[in-house]
């Protein structure tokens, strides 16, 4: 035995668990301590540490609408299984009576529909995401404080135990589940905190007051915790790891979510089955109008988002429609003080897959390629159906 007394760092993190707090933070915006959490119990069950007969980690996040609460969620499946859409997602609102908990674990035998009734919590459907190198799987209840007590009581066996016996009394394991739980209880209150010092109308300086206020973030947290408490019993509490309240996103916050979108938006285009891509540009002042149209403290990013859709992307929908834009063309997207609506210019056309690469950066590259041999595709076509008219 060799003595060291070298002192260790339990706060590192492996390189997984670094590559997947990268990924969500570039994804998911202003919620850290949510991401940090997250992270920390990823990195738990890596080492091998998970706590046995219990599920990887139980969360319930609480905050207002439009925080990220669900996006997260969706992020956490996309850095670890490549798919945002790897998420059972349980609506708690469809789960208001009792009766209604039949289509999670099936109709028992004897009883009408038992055949026809296809449970949604079933080992295939856990299953069916994981992949060679992620053995995960996702469950999100959205809205939990709308469901019946019989699917909170139907979820304590399931944070507890990581288990669940279905109608016909087969057993479906949950130990290798992220189980996600979504609620937005104390959400007017943590608007009426935030409401004077965010957004366009307040001063720079309160918005950033707001931003960087530690007392103000902790009674944010606690009005969101207390309102959980006054919702549910303490045996159900007891069984959740991390309670996380997500902050109401400000302006600075929407800025970056507008970047991420606009990213999102030009990966619809290279996409989009139409094969049309092109390349679009906002300039400073399409984004200044697109920030100040989709602010909104009550509704968060989804407002932004909405916005997003009706001034960029229906437009652009319409200029491929009529075939304004064409394949490797360079759109411009600037305001217009004197219509007050976004204008939309075609700057260049017939772009090399090289130029299109430095406009819009290398996170693209597989995108171009799959479209330069599709675009080569149609032009062999295209040629090929010539030489056979001239014949």
Request: with cysteine; aromatic share 6%; charged share 25%.
């Amino acid at each position: 035995m060799t003595r060291t007394n070298q002192p260790l760092d339990p706060t590192l993190t492996g390189q997984h668990a670094d590559r997947l707090e990268a990924k969500l933070k570039a994804r998911v915006v202003g919620q850290d301590e949510a991401i940090g959490h997250i992270v920390n119990i990823y990195q738990t069950y890596l080492a091998g540490m998970t706590q046995p007969g219990r599920p990887v980690g139980n969360f319930l996040f609480l905050g207002p609408t439009g925080s990220g609460k669900t996006r997260l969620v969706e992020a956490t499946a996309e850095a670890l299984v490549n798919d945002a859409q790897a998420v059972i997602k349980v609506d708690c609102a469809e789960f208001q009576h009792s009766h209604e908990i039949a289509k999670l674990i099936g109709s028992p035998p004897g009883y009408l529909g038992h055949r026809e009734t296809h449970p949604m919590l079933c080992q295939e459907a856990l299953n069916q995401f994981q992949t060679e190198t992620c053995k995960l799987s996702f469950v999100l209840f959205d809205e939990i404080e709308k469901a019946s007590d019989a699917l909170w009581n139907l979820l304590l066996g399931i944070l507890d135990k990581a288990t669940l016996t279905l109608g016909d009394n087969r057993r479906v394991d949950f130990s290798r589940t992220l189980i996600f739980m979504t609620s937005n209880l104390g959400a007017t209150e943590m608007e009426s905190l935030l409401r004077p010092r965010l957004g366009f109308g307040a001063s720079p300086d309160s918005r950033e007051t707001a931003r960087t206020n530690p007392q103000l973030d902790g009674k944010i947290a606690r009005t969101g915790l207390e309102a959980a408490r006054k919702k549910f019993t303490p045996e159900f509490l007891n069984r959740i790891d991390k309670m996380v309240v997500f902050r109401p996103l400000g302006e600075p916050e929407l800025r970056k979510i507008l970047d991420i979108e606009l990213r999102m938006v030009q990966r619809r285009v290279f996409e989009s089955p139409v094969n049309v891509p092109f390349v679009f540009s906002l300039t400073a002042g399409a984004k200044e109008h697109l920030l100040a149209q989709g602010t909104d403290v009550k509704y968060g990013a989804r407002h932004l988002k909405r916005v997003l859709e009706r001034n960029l992307v229906h437009p652009l929908s319409n200029l491929i429609a009529t075939e304004q834009i064409r394949a490797r063309d360079m759109v411009r997207v600037d305001y217009d003080h004197a219509s007050g609506r976004l204008v939309f210019t075609k700057e260049a056309e017939d772009l090399p897959e090289y130029a299109m690469t430095q406009l819009i950066g290398s996170s693209f590259t597989s995108q171009l390629a799959r479209m330069a041999g599709s675009v080569a595709v149609e032009a062999g076509r295209a040629a090929g159906s010539r030489g056979t008219r001239r014949a």
